[in-house]
């Protein structure tokens, strides 16, 4: 059974006057334990449509949506609210780092909310921050770091509750492109040492050979499968 699964799923959202605008058209997509899929498109694509659907940070309008199996139409937005705290490992553009709390805090919250007692959460913390290569930052805030640096933090939150999926939003759109490369690299490790799944949202084709599926999007619709 794929871990993400997609049947004939659209997005609309509906404007003033009662007047619909159609994001997302007929959307079927599987994406099987292990897999490391890129998600491409122009700006006004769907990407970030999809992606927020995929996160489980929004619902579709119609079509069918299930994770690892559960329905996600038919969770409530506490059950949803679990499901992006335990199965989905976020990596964002702009990292989404807490400003006041260190590195090693900030990869250990969401274990801590998970109900990971503090002391085992810091230390799992530790050793995924070792993983990305950042344990001599471990102390350092938000402010302390670069760029890249951050978002090497932001990945070993990501990590942090062993998620079903990794979902990187345009993870490289702030890094110039040499500190890019080596955050697609940390991703490519992942997968092929760790066999983790991950989905990239991204608009760079360079980038998306990384991956090892293609899916293009262009008006709402997938127009491209490699």
Do not use: W
Not at 87 to 98: E, H, P, R, S, T
Not at 147 to 166: M, S, Y
Not at 206 to 212: C, G, P
Request: glycine share 10%; with cysteine.
């Amino acid at each position: 059974m794929p871990i993400i699964q997609m049947e004939n799923v659209n997005k609309s959202f509906f404007m003033g006057g009662g007047e619909e605008l159609a994001i997302l058209r007929g959307i079927d997509l599987n994406v099987a334990a292990g897999e490391f899929v890129a998600i491409v498109g122009p700006s006004g694509s769907g990407k970030t449509t999809l992606m927020n659907l995929i996160g489980c940070l929004d619902r579709p309008t119609s079509g069918f949506y299930a994770l690892e199996g559960v329905d996600v139409g038919g969770l409530n937005d506490n059950e949803l609210s679990d499901i992006r705290n335990q199965k989905i490992g976020f990596v964002f553009q702009n990292f989404n780092l807490m400003p006041r709390s260190s590195a090693l805090q900030n990869v250990a919250l969401p274990m801590i909310y998970a109900g990971v007692a503090r002391s085992c959460a810091l230390a799992k913390a530790a050793e995924l921050l070792d993983l990305v290569g950042m344990s001599d930052r471990a102390n350092h805030r938000p402010s302390e770091l670069s760029g890249g640096q951050k978002q090497r933090v932001a990945i070993a939150r990501a990590l942090a509750n062993e998620p079903a999926i990794i979902l990187a939003d345009e993870p490289t759109g702030q890094l110039d492109s040499a500190t890019g490369r080596m955050i697609m690299e940390i991703f490519r490790k992942l997968h092929k040492q760790q066999n983790k799944t991950i989905v990239l949202i991204t608009h760079n084709k360079n980038l998306s050979s990384k991956a090892t599926r293609l899916v293009a999007l262009h008006d709402g619709e997938i127009v491209d499968r490699r």
